[in-house]
């Protein structure tokens, strides 16, 4: 079959083109794989997360009642809009590693953890026969805890000290974040194993799993609050409501607003990928001008003209769809992945939802077809007698304009330089296109490094403020002045601050504590602190208010977090508080800033017994002379060993290494993104440049010719056109610094407020600037010289004969 | 406007008081202004002037490359048209079907060989079955003697083979005008007689051809010459029906 004429022009017109439409089509398909990568990705994560998390049938709160029987459990499943109840126990505590250190363990204690009806868990892997008083552990926990199956672990049981645990299996909980993330190992035994391994016997709350709509939050609320009122009627103690977003993942929000943050970038680096289109279909149609015009003269169309290039479009992007599709899926199911792992949670679907196909490729053929349309419609409207008088030389090359006088006024109005700045100036839009590009894709880099070193300084700003090198827990308060004897009397321990710190709620007005938080106790938890004087609040930074000088009697301070917790109280606002069930209410005089640390609030120390009984010392801090991590881990053993004599255990013990070893890596993913999609658009910007100039070449044939015909030289040509690509590059720098500052400073935001309520310090990356700049430049000359060479190749007599 | 009924012994295209004025910086500046002409066919036309004196801007208007000012154009095909009501789309339809244009530079797409140069018109314009059309271009060039030259592009082959190519091309939808811009100014004195021949034999077959050209001795060609001085006729010679 002979393929009609018109055809045939059209692919020796592409042809023509092929190196260009080579990187044009690479370019697109790095963009679109981008897209097609973190759409693929968000797709299968957000069915995913939810399907996991879903699939475990989670409650949709839990109550802290102090003391279940099943007694009490039949009456809550009994009320109205219940549909399920279950006991159980959460007790924070420790596990001692095998090498000796300590951590912090969650031990999850229900009649039979692995045959529950709500938070199911799923057996990864067990012992054969599993024996009798043996746990299970979150499957991510193994790893940390550094034993294997079959072995055992050291876990403290209040009240009976340290117990080495037979590990039986590990179960999968879609709910908890990685162990190793949190430097948590989670533990599930039954009531029966608890008890027989020394600890207490009645279980503490109920998980309640509402019947009418779990998905309506004001609902839950609303029934778990009517739960909480009757059983307090019913002469029960309810000291804390906790129900999480309704039928949402822990993470799923911060998971959906890091992809949708990734998703804005990946579409712009496809729109601007897209750009480049215009930019190489306007360089081929400035090469056709004259020929659409003869093919009119000869009775073509505007219509046939204009159609025969769109599909010529249509097919490029077809071949660009082509090459992006597979690839991008790809690294949308690897991503998906990285993160589910990072999340830990099962990707047991990893398909494509068809919605999602049919939108990659209605916009992978439609984006490059749109930007194509104007190059092609203003030269296929061009009419027969002004393209056939158009001589391929531009127009905007002649040396008026404001931009033209004022590089010569500061170049000078001769030399290689002016040429070169006007070379790089002769097409603006275009121009302003490769800047865009080149722009986005420095201001990402520096992004993604800025956003590192910010978090790096917030965790520095952490250490710093934190005061201390380890905090105790005790199981119960001890007299103060006992508390600093012991602390006193250990060698290198040179300073102790010893205080009360109670779990606290927000208490509605119906008096019930509601908090947002998850069984782990994480997302939307608040402590208070109460303290003897404001010295340890006196190194942080004050937000709102003015911080007490000597005292926090009759007031309250909160950190950025709890303040974000309460709804933002003014300054002089009654703040209601339950502690463990028991209110205290006290005026807000300051919000101090803490970085990453949880939701804070602090009370004097004789308000908070005055109002809730609650008196002594649960809670040391201590700095030590000993500064190796094996040093600290002496003197805390030493300082532990004197508390457990004088009659308390320890719950946990939070040093500044744990608190390091838990937020370090919190953000490599998205930093490891950041600059992913950074380099992406780089390669996009410079395959543009690229192309860029070569269309400029083609565009300047005569140009250059005349330049050779009046004694220019092959490498004056060269260092000119590379010269142009460097002014572009050069110009980029500074556009790249402009845009980065408020894109890291929004990113600051977002990751600062999800991981801690407040924005990352802005600390920009002066390397990474350095960095970009050194491979803008590189990447100038690299894109510059195959267009360079290219032109300084021409003959002076090809050059001049073009029409 | 009245034009000429539409009979076979009639003219082909007929012009009615065109001008044509342009936009410059220093204000209107009118090319050409109440020309009046009628083209029959066996006519060999022949437009003469010195340079800027309107003529490359009269055969524009003839062959709608570009729009009049003022005045009509009427041509008989389809049983008369007034081509100057004719949008752009129609225009393009009814030029590729009516009129052959050559240019003095050849114009011929350098990215096609000598037969698809050819077959184009036929392509756009649809005018012959998809079957038919290798043939009837291969014919044309067969009768213009470059045949042997229908594979190769246009960029390695004479000025006077490519100015053949480029007739041919014209030829390719039989059109009853040819119109030719300077199509012997590229050319040597030989060649130039050998395509002046190849437009006489048009006119003997019963088109009508218009030429602007600068060269007078090429006059023995023509069967009419209209010369014109600053946008206006100012001499006519020849057989005026």
């Known amino acids: 079959m002979t393929i009609p004429p018109r055809w045939r022009k059209l692919i020796a017109d592409f042809g023509s083109i092929k190196g260009r439409l080579a990187l044009v089509i690479a370019a697109m398909a790095i963009g679109l794989l981008t897209t097609i990568a973190i759409t693929n990705a968000y797709a299968i994560l957000t069915r995913e997360i939810s399907a996991n998390y879903l699939g475990t049938n989670p409650a949709s709160g839990i109550l802290d009642i102090g003391e279940v029987d099943q007694t009490l459990v039949a009456q809550v499943r009994g009320m109205d809009n219940v549909a399920a109840a279950e006991p159980l126990s959460i007790v924070e505590t420790r596990v001692r590693y095998p090498d000796g250190r300590t951590g912090r363990a969650l031990l999850f204690v229900s009649p039979n953890p692995l045959d529950q009806s709500l938070n199911t868990l799923r057996i990864e892997e067990q012992m054969a026969s599993p024996p009798a008083n043996a746990v299970h552990l979150e499957r991510r926990a193994l790893d940390l805890a550094g034993i294997g199956l079959g072995e055992r672990l050291s876990i403290e049981i209040p009240g009976s000290g340290f117990v080495p645990v037979l590990v039986a299996g590990t179960v999968f909980d879609p709910s908890l974040a990685p162990a190793e993330q949190e430097q948590t190992i989670y533990a599930y035994l039954s009531q029966q194993t608890f008890v027989a391994l020394g600890g207490q016997s009645a279980l503490e709350w109920i998980k309640v799993l509402v019947a009418e709509d779990p998905f309506d939050q004001a609902l839950v609320d609303q029934t778990l609050a009517g739960i909480a009122i009757a059983l307090e009627a019913a002469g029960h103690n309810v000291h804390l409501v906790q129900a999480p977003n309704a039928g949402l993942h822990p993470h799923e929000g911060q998971m959906r607003g890091i992809l949708g943050l990734f998703l804005a970038f990946g579409v712009l680096a496809f729109l601007l990928s897209a750009v480049l289109v215009s930019i190489t279909v306007e360089g081929l149609m400035a090469q056709q001008i004259r020929q659409i015009a003869i093919m009119k003269t000869i009775g073509a169309r505007t219509a046939q003209i204009s159609t025969l290039y769109i599909t010529g479009i249509a097919i490029i992007a077809a071949t660009m769809l082509f090459v992006a599709l597979p690839i991008g899926i790809a690294l949308g199911r690897g991503l998906a992945g990285i993160i589910a792992d990072l999340l830990n949670f099962d990707i047991v679907d990893a398909s494509t939802p068809p919605a999602l196909f049919a939108a990659w490729l209605v916009t992978g053929l439609l984006i490059p077809v749109l930007f194509a349309l104007r190059p092609i419609f203003r030269a296929t409207g061009t009419t027969v007698v002004a393209a056939l008088s158009d001589l391929g030389i531009g127009r905007s090359s002649g040396a008026g304009g404001r931009l033209n006088r004022f590089v010569a006024r500061l170049f000078g109005t001769s030399g290689q330089t002016l040429l070169a700045l006007r070379g790089a100036f002769r097409r603006r839009r275009r121009t302003m296109m490769i800047l865009t590009l080149l722009g986005l894709a420095g201001a990402m880099y520096m992004t993604a490094g800025t956003v590192s070193v910010s978090y790096q300084a917030s965790v520095d700003i952490a250490a710093a403020e934190r005061g201390y090198d380890a905090e105790f827990r005790l199981t119960r308060p001890l007299d103060r002045n006992r508390v600093a004897a012991i602390a006193a009397a250990t060698p290198d321990v040179i300073f102790a601050a010893p205080m009360m710190r109670l779990e606290a709620a927000r208490m509605r007005g119906d008096g019930v504590a509601l908090v947002r938080t998850y069984p782990d106790g994480g997302h939307g938890s608040m402590t208070l602190y109460a303290l003897p004087g404001t010295q340890e609040l006196a190194r942080f930074q004050g937000l709102e208010g003015a911080l007490p000088v000597e005292r926090l009697d009759g007031q309250m301070v909160v950190n950025q977090g709890a303040w974000a917790l309460l709804g933002r109280p003014r300054i002089g606002e009654q703040v209601n508080l339950s502690l463990d069930g028991k209110r205290l209410e006290l005026p807000l005089a300051a919000v101090i800033r803490q970085y990453m640390t949880p939701a804070s609030v602090f009370a004097a120390d004789t308000d908070v017994a005055a109002m809730t009984g609650e008196s002594g010392i649960n809670a040391l801090r201590v700095v030590n002379a000993a500064r190796s991590p094996a040093e600290v881990e002496a003197v805390v053993d030493r300082v532990g060993q004197q508390i457990e004599a004088a009659g308390a255990g320890i719950s946990l013990v939070v040093t500044g290494n744990l608190m390091d070893a838990a937020v370090s890596g919190h953000v490599n993913i998205l930093i490891v993104l950041l600059l992913a999609l950074g380099v992406l658009m780089a390669a996009v910007g410079f395959l543009g440049l690229t192309a860029a100039q070569g269309i400029s070449v083609l565009e300047r044939t005569r140009e250059f010719g005349i330049i050779r015909a009046i004694g220019g030289q092959r490498r004056q040509i060269v260092t000119n056109l590379l010269t142009e690509s460097l002014v572009i590059a050069s110009i980029s720098l500074p556009a790249a610094i402009l845009v980065s500052i408020p894109l890291s400073t929004a990113i600051n935001i977002i990751v600062g407020r999800m991981t801690f309520g407040m924005a990352l310090p802005f600390t920009p990356d002066v390397c990474g600037m350095g960095e970009w700049a050194a491979v803008s430049l590189v990447g100038a000359l690299v894109a510059g010289l195959p267009p360079a060479f290219n032109a300084s190749r021409l003959s002076v007599r090809e050059t001049l004969v073009q029409q | ?241």
């Open chain 2, 1 to 241: 406007m009245q034009f000429p009924r539409n009979t076979p012994k009639g003219p082909r295209l007929s012009a009615r008081h065109l001008s044509k004025a342009f936009e410059t910086g220093s204000g209107q500046f009118l090319a050409l202004h109440d020309i009046s002409l009628d083209i029959h066919a066996g006519d060999f036309l022949a437009i003469v002037g010195k340079s800027g004196s309107g003529k490359s801007t009269l055969v524009n208007l003839l062959t709608g490359l570009d729009a009049v000012s003022g005045g009509d154009i009427w041509s008989s095909a389809n049983g008369g048209t007034v081509i100057t009501d004719l949008n752009q789309e129609s225009l393009a339809r009814w030029r590729g079907l009516e009129i052959g244009v050559v240019f003095q530079f050849f114009q011929l797409l350098p990215s096609l060989t000598v037969l698809e140069n050819t077959m184009l018109p036929m392509d756009y314009c649809n005018a012959f079955p998809r079957g038919e059309r290798r043939e009837r271009a291969m014919a044309i060039l067969e009768r213009l003697g470059i045949a042997e030259q229908a594979e190769k592009l246009p960029f390695d082959m004479s000025g006077g083979q490519q100015q053949r190519a480029a007739i041919a091309r014209a030829l390719a939808n039989e059109p009853g005008i040819i119109v030719a811009d300077e199509p012997t100014g590229n050319l040597d004195s030989s060649t130039t007689h050998e395509v002046m021949d190849l437009f006489a034999a048009q006119r003997e077959a019963g088109k009508a051809v218009v030429m602007v050209t600068h060269e007078r001795d090429l006059s023995s060609y023509f069967t009419r010459t209209i010369e014109l001085t600053d946008g206006a006729i100012t001499a006519e010679l020849g057989d005026v029906t």
